[in-house]
């Protein structure tokens, strides 16, 4: 029996609304698999009335989203209030958020869904609300947590085009440099292989792994870190039998040629990683959480509030995390 994607509502004054809607009406010319949106069926009819996009919205339970697909969105209601307008988010905008996302985490843990997407959140509002993780990663990583140990969340940006891992994530730059050691190094590594190796069908996956400093420290005279931090966790995960190679000067990673020579690169910082794949793959980037007990893509790209209900939302990054998520399912059975 195919089980449907639970699909997060984000932030409700966001984009994430319309681009849901814009997403299901594609669902015949881009083979979207079957989803249900967990938010409110009203909400959403009134979002789409607003873009002026006629479709059936039905309120449903996650066994029946795939029957009703074809004909309707599925919508599962959280318990909710959603209140907000495109573009304002208000008081109902964080708790909608913040449950959608504990509804999808229990669906896909009790086997009603086949994995989790996650439409784009407001940090800023879920921070004001007092959420007190830096982001959808974390968040994850700790609803996923067995026996109260936590999970080491790892953030992979995927598209056609580029893969990459960052090895600190959602903190500032001076921070990063300080968390950064061998051993986050390594089992960040340890779980990209697994789960490129599972969930990707990569028999033997290729790690470019980037220096921190400028041409990886020029033989230390930019510093130390890429010859006592970076390098000795290469070797560690050469000695394991991983196909990694680094440090490698960040500058010369991302050209078209060097791309072809390996299937992920791990990079050091936020930017570092997300700034070349936000270049080449805007618009069909897709945000994986990994090593967690259970699948979650999400679009690689925040709210927009700006153009929130204006309808000029592209979905091809929801779509591409709908599809990719669905095609990792397949993958690991």
Known sequence: MQKPLALTIGEPAGIGPDITIAAWQRRAED???????????????????????DIAVAEVEPQDAVDIFARALPVVNIGEALTSHPGRPDASSAPAAIMAIRRAVADVTTGRAAAVVTNPIAKSVLYDAGFAHPG?????????????????????????????????????????????????????????????????????????????????????????????????AVATLRAEGIDARGPLPADTMFHAAARQTYDCAVCMYHDQALIPIKTLAFDDGVNVTLGLPFIRTSPDHGTAFDIAGSGRANPSSLIAALQLAARMAASQG
């Open 136 to 232: 959808h990663t974390e968040f994850l990583a700790e609803l996923a947590a067995q026996d109260d140990q936590a999970r080491l969340p790892v953030m992979l940006l995927w598209s056609p085009t580029l893969a990459v891992v960052p090895v600190t994530i959602h903190v500032p730059l001076r921070e990063a440099i300080t968390q950064l050691t061998s051993e986050l190094i390594i089992t960040t590594s340890r779980i990209l292989v697994a789960d490129l190796t599972k969930r990707f069908g990569i028999a033997r996956p290729r790690l470019a792994i980037a220096g921190l400093n400028p041409h990886a420290g020029e033989g230390g005279s930019l510093g130390h870190e890429d010859q006592s931090i970076v390098a000795p």
């Open 31 to 53: 083979r979207i698999p079957p989803f249900y949106l967990l938010g409110n069926a009203e909400f959403i009819r009134r979002r789409a009335q607003s873009l002026g996009a």
